[in-house]
């Protein structure tokens, strides 16, 4: 099966062609165009602005895709959009793109969850993967713990109660007089500073699964305010060390539960734009080494937002739930859990 997909969801119009056999995939292609310029200088994404970009380069990116695999759109045996989370005016422009596609083509569609889809994307990247698997998704807008059991049956742990990790390393960015987004900014300057001359808070921490990043936030905001001799790189190590330890924390307190309940994690990965940070991939594959189980970490270009693995998540979808009717609406905001 060939499955055309694409994602529109935040700030990333994206079209990927994956082949999909027997629970196999091939990526026959991959483009990602990234509005991130143009949300750079309002500290965040607009999403009036965000929509319009979706649909200057929607085409574009389904005619590379296209281009790049080598095919045409009589090749495509099934398309597939994200329907949801998301900003609405965003997800509108690729899901009105994928059913017309469908429609002029006279193939079936599907409308994909965007996390069910990060949490299926390691299954394009490693063979032979075995569940149930722990796994922390952690985005600009999601951070959440969830055990995949297997591909449509999730079990969510924990959550934020507040900001997401991705968002609290774009708002310490904006702290420091730095740029968004400030994850890759802040995760490259914490590598050259000392985490030891401070210690931030860890906010909840009696709490085995949810987190919170407010606190932490603010946290940094008093540090840097009262301490300005501070070396921002300083700053960046105690937060990002602060940051790993509240996620791996509660990756091990998971791991705990899945033991005892006699159905220990076969792996531990990791999703979402916050999986590219250097020191949380590290702790996850130390975690992964002294339990004996895989560290399933995405390669840094899938755990920001693509639509390859829009593509995997179509396949599972349609083989386990059918094709979407035309009609189906957005769903900007659309819990994990109502998938079961
Ligand atoms: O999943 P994503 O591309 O978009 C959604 O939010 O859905 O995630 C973007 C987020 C941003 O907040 C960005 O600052 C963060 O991921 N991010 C990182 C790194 N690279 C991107 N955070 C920490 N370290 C990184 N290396
Ligand atoms: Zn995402």
């Known amino acids: 099966m060939i499955i055309l997909s694409l994602e529109s969801s935040c700030d990333e119009t994206a079209c990927a062609i994956v082949k999909a ?41 389904v005619r590379l895709a296209l281009d790049e695999a080598k095919l045409t759109l009589e090749d495509i045996d099934l398309f ?85 990790a991705g968002e609290a390393y774009d708002k310490v960015s904006r702290m420091l007089g730095l740029a968004y987004p400030g994850g890759p900014i ?3 300057l914490a590598n050259k500073g000392d985490a030891s001359k401070h210690k931030l808070t860890r906010p909840m921490k009696d709490n085995l699964y949810d987190v919170s990043f407010s606190g932490l936030k603010t946290a940094t905001k008093y540090y ?11 700053v960046a190590a105690s937060f990002q060390e602060a940051v790993v330890d509240i996620l791996t924390t509660r990756i091990k307190n998971i791991l705990k539960l ?22 949380l991939r590290e702790a996850v594959e130390e975690l992964g080494a ?9 390669e840094r270009i899938m755990c920001t937002d693509n639509a390859a693995m829009i593509g995997v998540c179509a396949y599972y979808h349609h083989k386990l739930r059918g094709e979407d009717n035309l009609n189906a609406d957005i769903k900007s905001s659309w819990p994990l859990s109502s998938l079961q």
Do not use: W
């Open 21 to 61: 056999d027997n629970d196999n995939f091939v990526l026959l292609s991959s483009i990602v165009s990234s509005q991130i310029v143009k949300h750079e200088k309002y500290g965040g994404v607009v999403p009036e602005l965000a929509g319009r970009h979706h649909l200057e380069l929607c085409t574009n990116v």
């Open 80 to 164: 597939a959009s994200t329907r949801g989370p998301g900003l609405s005016a965003a997800l509108l422009i690729g899901m009105t793109a994928g059913k017309s596609y469908a429609m002029a083509m006279n193939k079936p569609f599907v409308g994909i969850h965007h996390h069910e889809a990060h949490l299926l994307s390691v299954l394009l990247e490693h063979e032979k993967v075995e569940f149930p698997i722990a796994t922390a998704l952690v985005s600009g807008g999601h951070t959440m713990f969830v055990v995949v059991e297997a591909p449509g049956k999730y079990r969510v742990m924990g959550a934020t109660i507040d900001d997401a």
């Open 186 to 188: 802040i995760d490259a």
């Open 224 to 234: 840097i305010r009262d301490n300005p001799q501070a070396l921002p790189e300083d």
């Open 258 to 279: 899945m033991e005892k309940e006699g159905n220990p994690a076969r792996a531990i990965s990791l999703g979402g734009g916050v999986a590219a940070n250097s020191a």
């Open 290 to 298: 002294q339990k004996n189980i895989r560290a399933l970490i995405p």
